[in-house]
């Protein structure tokens, strides 16, 4: 008897053992941001820049991205242009209001597989206004490059005074844990 029932325990172990290294190894699916590059181009203009400060709180299942969840901010104080003359005008009460307005914030919605990579659609808030924004996703080795186009002036930025001259193109490089 004794036999038997150490045989069902070492059973048990091994099947707990089998269970925990399954739930195991599909974590190691998921993998979150541990740091970004944002840059941007103000196309009319041909300003680029870029802006830090980047907080997330994302997961990424590259595996299954249902279950992928974007989520992040950036500081407005970190916007930089090369010129200080201009950035100090653009973190200004005129343009992005960096004193009432700190943060810029995104929350994606949904993430969806594309033919090169994926898409994640969320919601951007810059100065209070929030409006819908796509993203598109490629992978290189551990970096995700994403890439989106705005219009500064669906944020009350109006940098020109038609709407397709406030077109900004966004790059992002975020470097996976």
Avoid at 73 to 80: F, P
Avoid at 132 to 151: H, R, V, W
Wanted: glycine share 6%; charged share 25%; with cysteine.
């Amino acid at each position: 008897m004794k036999s038997h029932h150490s045989s069902l325990s070492m059973n048990k172990r091994i099947f707990t053992f089998f269970l925990l290294a399954c739930f195991s190894l599909n974590g190691l699916a998921q993998t979150s941001i541990q740091s970004a590059e944002i840059t941007f181009v103000f196309v009319s203009k041909k300003v680029e820049g870029s802006i830090s400060g980047f907080k997330s709180t994302s997961i990424i299942d590259l595996e299954n991205l249902s279950n992928s969840r974007f989520s992040g901010s950036v500081t407005v104080e970190t916007l930089k242009t090369g010129n200080f003359l201009r950035d100090w005008s653009l973190k200004s009460g005129k343009y992005f209001n960096a004193d009432d307005h700190p943060v810029i914030t995104f929350h994606g919605s949904s993430v969806s597989a594309t033919d090169i990579g994926f898409t994640v659609m969320g919601m951007l808030t810059i100065k209070g206004k929030e409006n819908p924004i796509t993203i598109d996703f490629t992978q290189k080795e551990n970096k995700l490059l994403g890439t989106a186009t705005l219009f500064s002036s669906d944020f009350g930025i109006d940098i020109k005074k038609k709407r397709e001259d406030n077109k900004v193109e966004v790059r992002l490089e975020f470097l996976l844990e």
